[in-house]
């Protein structure tokens, strides 16, 4: 689930959005006929351009010094190009006008970039340019590596699996710090009143023998690197080595013919003893296991058809320690998906056959290649106990492995499919909710590699360790993993690691309901069929939200559960618009407690300049009166017919739209009009037109 903070942001590149809005001081030409304002968060910036002067703007260009774009949205009726140089130039189908804003998204590697831009007319002619700037945080990103700071790894030349010590000299005294292997984040520390620390660690199994980085970073982004060889895993030759007995976990539940797979360490070449009694304490089966030379045993056993149900104990002994699972054998798996094919095509809609509990809730998620959730849905189950699932692909859709995760009660099912390919066996990770209760059990669906051990981390908002484990997967690459939620109240990171791959998954434990209004923000007002919608939101600190999104029938589309950060930042996912939306004005609502706001936006065809609805008819004691609303470029004149049953035009007006495009107004439906269908019709002056019908 890659994978963080994080979501409902910008389409491809808001991975998450807790928008905290800062105004910078750009560089202006000295006419300042272009004024531009950055939003940023985190490695997302949405940079605003307002036309100030008497030129018309036909183009942007933008750079980015020191960072790397990773990818960018535009506004509807502007293209973007990303040239070789990474210049990134966001042209308009109808130039920017004086008094007009346009608004681009930019997602980069790191946060915060310096963004140089440069605004052209229609005649290619430069009118101005500039160069926004980041503010330093100092009061919150405190430095914690000098010039002479240093560190280094003992031993000099360590191996897979080995253990180390790291220790560092000469750091700023009492600083937060990280420690690194390549990209993967090993340890968060803080150093001593002298400014030195001592670690120790363990390198992954899993990590290949090759050149690696050890590398010490500071809340600056400063760093410290030694790059080394590691060498392979060095042989254990002693057998006479005493290991502790160790297990590892198992599900709670098991179904009648699913594998109960477990495996540890004991001493090397022993045997211990493992038995299986059921809840009258009476044995279900006892068996001896030999434990091999390195330490390390394994059991397997396929539980039978005619198993009783109900709660089982499993006890392992070596003859001194004793340790005890418990878990029980339920009717059958409940929850069945099968793809209609393993390997789709561009275009295609991803079909899936489902059965699960009948009239229970089920939740959805869908991720593509990229970790991006491409789809979420939470409904219930009809009676029938059957349904489908379908995801509409693109010709611009992301070659690659879909992930697919069900959740219902206790149970979840995990499901892959590959576009332009097989899918393959990579790391995913999904959660069964976001906001938890202190205490509750959070159900985690994982899949990777088969059979391969994951580094399962815990983390608070400040990246200090609260909990670990290794997990390991099973025979066909899946796990699902029950922990309990024994946590401070607070925003927390999971954090999931196998090999050189990781993906993070946020959630909260314990967060209250906001004791403030909902402030929201839409990017734009206007989207079309499967596109993302960018909406910022503020609220009180730390504070549980549900968010919700509604179709112009007032059906609930989307339900999901988000939170606000530390600084009252509302976190949000990505969230699109169906392929197969109704089009008209669509409603977002944010819910915490008492308080509740909306949102409107409207989605119309894809490409469409002009777009005309009738969202409401309604009467007052005087008359009847039907609400007109629609989209077309700002500013701009339009001519407004409305037209009756039999095709005569019989109200005709003008109206201006709005600096986002939009109109309103309303029709006073005659005394003496005759029921039946009525058209409304909009033209512009450039011949576009738009038009739709209702009923009296």
Known sequence: MNRLLGCFLLSVFLTSALILSLNFDPVFAEDKEISSKIFSFENTSIIQFTNQGTEDLKSFRIWLTDFSVKSVKSETGWSVQNTPEQVLIFTAIEPLKSGEKVKFGIKTDTPKPDINWKGIDQEGTLIASGKALSEPISTTLSPGILPESNFRIIPENPSVGSTIRVTGDSFVSNSNLKLFLNENKLKSFQ???????????????????????????????????????????????????????????????????????????????????????????????TDTINVDSKGNWHYSLIIPPDTSLGAYTLEINDGVDTIIKNWSVDLAKKI???????????????????????????????????????????????????????????????AGTY??????????????????????????????????????????????????????????????????????????????????LELIPGIYNAVISM??????????????????????????????????????????????????????????????????NSQGNLFLEDTWIPFDATFG????????????????????????????????????????????????????????????????????????????????????????AVSGTYSVTVDDLNGNTASTTFTL
């Open 191 to 285: 150093t001593d009143e002298n400014g030195h620390f001592m670690l120790t660690i363990q390198i992954s199994q899993n990590q290949n023998p090759e050149r690696i980085n050890f590398i010490i970073k500071d809340q600056q982004g400063k760093d410290k690197t030694i790059s080394l060889q590691l060498n392979e895993a060095k042989e254990k030759i002693s057998i006479s080595e005493i290991s502790h007995l160790t297990a590892s976990l198992i599900s709670d539940q098991f179904y009648r013919d699913e594998k109960l797979e477990i495996s540890g360490s004991a001493k090397p070449a022993s045997t211990i003893t493992l038995s299986i009694k059921n809840s009258l304490g009476e044995f279900f089966l």
């Open 336 to 398: 069945h998906i099968f793809p209609s094919k393993q390997k789709f095509t561009f275009g295609e809609v991803l079909i899936f056959n489902a059965t699960a509990n009948p009239n229970e809730n089920i939740k959805i998620i869908l991720e593509d290649p990229q970790g991006r959730t491409v789809l979420s849905d939470n409904f219930r189950v009809l009676g029938s106990n059957h349904f489908e699932i379908k995801y509409q692909t693109q010709s611009t859709s992301i």
């Open 403 to 484: 992930t697919l995760f069900a959740f219902q009660n206790n149970e979840v099912e995990i499901v892959t499919v590959g576009l332009d390919e097989f899918p393959k066996n990579e790391l995913s990770a999904k959660m069964d909710k976001v906001n938890y209760k202190i205490g509750e059990s959070a159900l985690i669906a994982l899949t990777g590699q088969p059979s391969k051990a994951l580094e399962f981390l815990i983390e608070d908002q400040n990246s200090f360790e609260k909990f670990k484990e290794t997990i390991t997967l099973g025979s066909d690459g899946k796990k699902n993993y029950h922990l309990n």
């Open 499 to 564: 090999s050189d791959h990781q993906t993070t998954e946020v959630f909260t434990v314990g967060l209250q309901p906001s004791f403030l209004e909902i402030d929201l923000e839409i990017a734009k007002k206007v989207y079309s069929p499967g596109q993302s919608i960018l909406v910022l939101g503020k609220s009180a600190s730390n504070s549980a939200v549900d968010l919700l999104l509604i179709n112009p029938e007032g059906n609930l589309i989307k339900k999901s559960e988000s939170f606000t």
């Open 585 to 672: 004005k669509w409603v977002f609502r944010a819910e915490s407690g008492p308080f509740s706001t909306n949102i409107e936006f409207l989605v119309t065809p894809e490409q469409e300049e002009i777009w005309v609805g009738v969202t409401d008819i309604y009467s007052t004691l005087t008359a009847k009166f039907v609400t007109i609303e629609g989209v077309g470029a700002a500013e701009h004149s339009f001519k407004i017919t409305v037209s009756d049953p039999e095709e005569q035009n019989i109200w005709e007006s003008s109206i201006i739209t709005t600096k986002d495009g939009e109109f309103r107004l309303l029709w006073e439906i005659p005394k003496d």
